[in-house]
């Protein structure tokens, strides 16, 4: 916590939130904003929200940027060469990600101190791609006539990203972003914007030029301004599936770009022949990780009739045995839920569990030893239909439905079987027969025998999960507009 609280008084002796053609600047009004510790329910840090009189001095700072400054006049490969430097100097400031990470929303110290590796991982992989990317390809046509066929910036770019993973899921849009030449505006989620700035620190330090890159912490309202602005190019967002169809259709009305990367209620699919000791070392870090705020978390467990109880009492035995506390505590497997609102939803949807018939096997309150924080129990329900409410819809908290199937034709029906189609996994004594089975499922992402995922490989949802994909070449195509050029 010392890093983060040294970091805070940083930020409280500079006076100001907003980042803003290159210059930390003064909001105009604005309402008051706080940092909350989840943990203990302390106030770390209050700020002015950005108003929407901000936002247009930030479309126009990136616009000018885009159109005139400096950086349309580098070449892909100095753009890369800053995007690299930005790498360095976030990867120097790990330990201060990870405990922005813990300290804002929760997230255990041993996870955030590993998974925070992906900030600046992603500015060093877009860096280098933008330094080897084929900008401009020529194709020779069947009838000898020349096409040069050249990736163009998308433009501005709106970044609006939630409180869940708040560094990395700005790493993504910013890195692929800033890589194919875009200028951004980006809206972190009020209740965690500690970590843009440590971003907009480091954008200053490198000599990022002004306007290119903007930050601008804020709730919805403010959000709703940016994604409307008709100087906004393409909207990025990551948030929940509700706000996603919104922005959609805002973005519709004036054919903006926008990628989309929303909720999602992913299967593990346990086969016949799994190997439960092996199926666990995913499935129990996974099913729940950040007490279940993750928007690939496999929160619906498809185990065979046959072997139902056996997969049940051998995953309960796991978690039952999770340590849930301090989120700064080394050994701390699940923290607290981010925020007030948050443990409200959770226990509104294991109240439903209970209400439509679920059998509520372990869990399903708050812990007894711990008397402040956003505290739920590790909870599981059994017997779960798919068509309950727990199964259909995003909890996002530490709540897992296990569904028993009869075989296989049931077993993929039932995974796809949701609106959603983001994330899943399929267990497998086979693995290749495990590969059959995951290509019959409707979803982004899908791992046999664990739960994987690399910023090298893209990511992104089916069906409600959103559109478009992040990581790695698709991440970059993704901001980048196609312009055929005939050689007469
Ligand atoms: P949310 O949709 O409420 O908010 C996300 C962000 O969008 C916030 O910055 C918020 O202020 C802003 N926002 C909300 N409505 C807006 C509007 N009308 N116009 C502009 N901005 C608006 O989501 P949340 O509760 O912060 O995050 C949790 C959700 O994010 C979950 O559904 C989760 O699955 C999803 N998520 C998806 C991914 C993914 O990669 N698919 C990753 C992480 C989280």
Same mark, same amino acid.
């Given at each position: 916590?010392?890093?983060?609280?040294?970091?805070?008084?940083?930020?409280?002796?500079?006076?100001?939130?907003?980042?803003?053609?290159?210059?930390?600047?003064?909001?105009?009004?604005?309402?008051?904003?706080?940092?909350?510790?989840?943990?203990?329910?302390?106030?770390?840090?209050?700020?002015?929200?950005?108003?929407?009189?901000?936002?247009?001095?930030?479309?126009?700072?990136?616009?000018?940027?885009?159109?005139?400054?400096?950086?349309?006049?580098?070449?892909?490969?100095?753009?890369?060469?800053?995007?690299?430097?930005? +790498? /360095?100097? =976030?990867? %120097?400031?790990?330990?201060?990600?990870?405990? &922005?990470? $813990? #300290?804002?929303?929760?997230?255990?110290?041993?996870?955030?101190?590993?998974?925070?590796?992906?900030?600046?991982?992603?500015?060093?992989?877009?860096?280098?791609?933008?330094?080897?990317?084929?900008?401009?390809?020529?194709?020779?046509?069947?009838?000898?006539?020349?096409?040069?066929?050249?990736?163009?910036?998308?433009?501005?770019?709106?970044?609006?990203?939630?409180?869940?993973?708040?560094?990395?899921?700005?790493?993504?849009?910013?890195?692929?972003?800033?890589?194919?030449?875009?200028?951004?505006?980006?809206?972190?989620?009020?209740?965690?914007?500690?970590?843009?700035?440590?971003?907009?620190?480091?954008?200053?330090?490198?000599?990022?030029?002004?306007?290119?890159?903007?930050?601008?912490?804020?709730?919805?309202?403010? +959000? /709703?301004? =940016?994604? %409307?602005?008709?100087?906004?190019?393409?909207? &990025?967002? $990551? #948030?929940?599936?509700?706000?996603?169809?919104?922005?959609?259709?805002?973005?519709?009305?004036?054919?903006?770009?926008?990628?989309?990367?929303?909720?999602?209620?992913?299967?593990?699919?346990?086969?016949?022949?799994?190997?439960?000791?092996?199926?666990?070392?995913?499935?129990?870090?996974?099913?729940?990780?950040?007490?279940?705020?993750?928007?690939?978390?496999?929160?619906?467990?498809?185990?065979?009739?046959?072997?139902?109880?056996?997969?049940?009492?051998?995953?309960?035995?796991?978690?039952?045995?999770?340590?849930?506390?301090?989120?700064?505590?080394?050994?701390?497997?699940?923290?607290?839920?981010?925020?007030?609102?948050?443990?409200?939803?959770?226990?509104?949807?294991?109240?439903?569990?209970?209400?439509?018939?679920?059998?509520?096997?372990?869990?399903?309150?708050?812990?007894?030893?711990?008397?402040?924080?956003?505290?739920?129990?590790?909870?599981?329900?059994?017997?779960?239909?798919?068509?309950?409410?727990?199964?259909?819809?995003?909890?996002?908290?530490?709540?897992?439905?296990?569904?028993?199937?009869?075989?296989?034709?049931?077993?993929?029906?039932?995974?796809?079987?949701?609106?959603?189609?983001?994330?899943?996994?399929?267990?497998?004594?086979?693995?290749?027969?495990?590969?059959?089975?995951?290509?019959?499922?409707?979803?982004?992402?899908?791992?046999?025998?664990?739960?994987?995922?690399?910023?090298?490989?893209?990511?992104?949802?089916?069906?409600?999960?959103?559109?478009?994909?992040?990581?790695?070449?698709?991440?970059?195509?993704?901001?980048?507009?196609?312009?055929?050029?005939?050689?007469?």
């Amino acid at each position: 916590m010392e890093l983060l609280k040294t970091e805070i008084e940083t930020i409280k002796s500079r006076g100001t939130s907003l980042f803003l053609d290159g210059k930390w600047t003064q909001p105009e009004g604005g309402a008051d904003l706080q940092v909350v510790n989840p943990h203990n329910e302390e106030v770390l840090l209050t700020y002015k929200e950005a108003t929407p009189a901000d936002i247009e001095k930030a479309v126009t700072a990136a616009r000018k940027a885009f159109e005139t400054g400096p950086w349309p006049k580098m070449t892909p490969a100095e753009r890369g060469d800053l995007l690299i430097k930005m +790498g /360095d100097e =976030l990867e %120097r400031r790990l330990p201060l990600l990870g405990e &922005a990470w $813990t #300290g804002q929303m929760g997230c255990p110290i041993f996870l955030s101190s590993k998974a925070s590796a992906e900030v600046p991982e992603l500015f060093h992989y877009y860096g280098k791609m933008a330094k080897e990317f084929d900008f401009v390809e020529t194709r020779i046509l069947s009838n000898g006539m020349e096409a040069r066929i050249a990736r163009e910036p998308a433009g501005v770019v709106a970044a609006v990203t939630p409180w869940n993973a708040p560094a990395v899921l700005l790493a993504y849009k910013i890195a692929a972003g800033l890589a194919a030449g875009c200028t951004i505006v980006a809206k972190p989620s009020p209740e965690t914007p500690v970590d843009a700035w440590i971003m907009a620190e480091v954008a200053e330090m490198v000599g990022l030029p002004a306007g290119v890159l903007n930050i601008l912490p804020a709730g919805r309202e403010t +959000g /709703d301004y =940016l994604i %409307r602005h008709p100087q906004i190019d393409k909207v &990025a967002f $990551t #948030g929940s599936t509700a706000a996603g169809k919104h922005i959609a259709k805002t973005c519709m009305d004036r054919l903006a770009r926008v990628s989309l990367e929303l909720g999602g209620k992913s299967a593990a699919i346990v086969l016949e022949d799994a190997d439960i000791g092996q199926a666990l070392q995913s499935l129990v870090p996974y099913s729940m990780p950040i007490t279940g705020q993750v928007c690939f978390s496999l929160t619906r467990v498809l185990v065979p009739e046959s072997r139902k109880d056996e997969v049940l009492d051998a995953y309960t035995g796991v978690i039952g045995k999770l340590n849930v506390g301090d989120p700064f505590e080394e050994t701390t497997h699940m923290g607290p839920l981010s925020m007030q609102r948050q443990r409200d939803r959770v226990e509104g949807y294991i109240k439903k569990g209970r209400d439509e018939g679920a059998r509520l096997v372990m869990g399903g309150g708050r812990p007894k030893n711990l008397n402040s924080g956003f505290y739920v129990e590790p909870t599981v329900f059994a017997d779960v239909d798919n068509s309950m409410t727990i199964a259909q819809e995003e909890i996002f908290g530490p709540v897992v439905s296990f569904i028993p199937y009869k075989d296989e034709d049931e077993a993929v029906r039932i995974a796809n079987d949701t609106t959603y189609g983001l994330n899943g996994a399929v267990y497998a004594g086979d693995k290749e027969h495990g590969y059959d089975v995951a290509r019959r499922i409707r979803t982004g992402n899908i791992t046999v025998n664990g739960l994987l995922k690399s910023i090298e490989a893209p990511f992104g949802g089916f069906k409600q999960s959103g559109m478009g994909r992040e990581g790695g070449p698709e991440g970059l195509m993704s901001y980048l507009e196609t312009k055929t050029i005939y050689m007469g």
